[in-house]
């Protein structure tokens, strides 16, 4: 990803509190780094091509999420509480 793809964050609609849920679960598994099952997503060394594309998922997972914000996610009922469970995900990205 590159500087101009943030400037096109597209709106993502979501229409319900389970739509919104299951967003999430996919935001956590990739800013975990891990498989649904808890366990890495590589168990060899990481090597660069596997660390650029484990970037790249988390960047395009947090531009995901900026696009259900821009798409009307805080209207929602559970968005603060499912956004306050990602809240040290997200830090740790910085």
């Known amino acids: 990803m590159n500087e101009e793809d943030w400037d096109n964050i597209e ?3 979501v229409y319900t509190e389970k739509e919104l ?3 999430f679960d996919s ?3 990739i800013l975990n780094g891990t498989s649904k099952n ?3 997503l590589y168990s060899s060394p990481i090597k660069l091509n596997k660390l650029d594309a484990d970037w790249n998922k988390r960047l395009k997972a947090i531009k995901r999420l ?3 914000i821009l798409g009307g996610a805080p209207h929602i009922a559970n968005f603060p509480i499912l956004m306050s469970k990602l809240y040290l995900q997200i830090n740790a990205q910085v």
Request: no cysteine.
């Open 21 to 23: 849920a299951t967003e």
């Open 27 to 29: 935001f956590s598994t």
């Open 38 to 40: 808890n366990l890495p």
């Open 11 to 13: 709106k993502v609609p």
């Open 66 to 68: 900026e696009g259900l």
